[in-house]
């Protein structure tokens, strides 16, 4: 039995012996706090429903994780190595280094009696989850006349969804997130690269909401969406008459729309080379001149620019100026593709799922193959493709559970080829398990290797090449 620090008496302890696991794990499965328990390695060995909500990891995929290393970095200051320097419980007020959320854990150190470590036990408690209690002494003005709760404040996720609003805790997003945040700071242009359906236009919007200017507003453009003869009144605004049809009261641009914010242009590469040339002198000067117009306009209006197209090329084939992609590249930053961080496809999908069970007013759940399926698929969409999957899914499925008939076609002909795969590999194993049991019977009863390849009808060489195979290694 694991000893701690508190000691109970025989007749307790013996009554302790005759709860079932079942009543101990109700308590567990029901806490409101985050309980994770690992082995002295950091090998998760249990994580509470809490925990797995928090970090939108199915149990499965939790009870294979190391806490130390895949979270290792992602709190200040660390508790695990302090709490077994000092054998005993460390309290701990932690911030996320990633997001500025807080929360309190409490690490304890079990050991064996003799002495040796065998377990740690993590009790994690958000801030978020506890600064708007549903009674509270110091506001009595929470219930109605009737005793009901005015408002209830709905789930953990829901309350930490302001400081948490990008869905993910693999970490190559982590060290992405982290870079931007450093780069928010300044006002240096940041250029986003990325495939389509990463979530660029998301990570643009971190940016703003971690830099100096997250109070002013963040305007977003898709330089694609908008013809070629509108997007220089778009960005830049116009005067009163400015072309036929232009409103008599003119129009303000979205680059003055965004003074003191972030305007985040995605799409760059579809600009045309004449709004290329007026955005440069933007940038250079912060300073433009609307359509139509004769006097400049200054602003202070930060930068934000994305493409999934390769703006090199686009240099070398003269579509897109040199002197502008050396503008807006202070800082670049691809945005890693979904298959090139698998840990974060369920916990999207588990975000969109329930996002869209309110949304239909529905309680569904994945089912463990189709937790598989998602996982392994490449999403050459990424989360744009993954988003509608889930939303289809939810929408054409029957019954609680999401069964893996209702995966869409590209993905249930992606698992199905996968399933044929993982056969093949089950049957070469079965026929070098058979070979080996073969040769290691053989081996045992002939003394000598002629009589065994004999015996066999193989040539010696063959015989000799086999056991050292599968006996000599």
Known sequence: MLKNEMNHSPEYSDYLKTLSSEFFLDILENSFIEVTVTDKDGNVLYANPACLEYHGISAEKMWKLNFLTSFQGFWTPPSTATAIEKKRTIISRQRSILTDEEHITITTPLYNSDHELVMLVYNTLKRESFVEFDLDYLNQEKTDATGELKDKKGSREERTKA??????????LYQTLHKLKKAAKSDIPILLLGESGVGKSLIAKFIHDCSPRKSSPFISINCASIPDNLIESELFGYVPYAFTGASPKGKKGLVEMANHGTLFLDEIGELQPNIQVKLLDFLENQRFTSVGGLESKTVNTRIITATNKNLTELV???????????RINGITQTVPSLRERRDDIFPIAQYYLKEYNKKYKQNKVFSNPVIEALIQYDWPG???QLKNAVEQMAVMSLGSVIGIDKLPEQVAAFATKESIHKKKIIFDDLVENYKRGIIED??????????????????????????NKYIKK
């Open 163 to 172: 400081s948490n609003n990008i869905v993910g805790r693999s970490y190559i």
């Open 382 to 384: 990424n989360v744009r």
């Open 442 to 467: 053989y081996y045992e009863i002939y003394d000598n290797m002629s009589d065994l390849a004999d015996s066999l009808g193989l040539s010696q060489t063959t015989a000799y090449r086999l056991v």
């Open 316 to 326: 070398a084939k003269n579509t897109f100026r040199e002197d502008l992609y050396w």
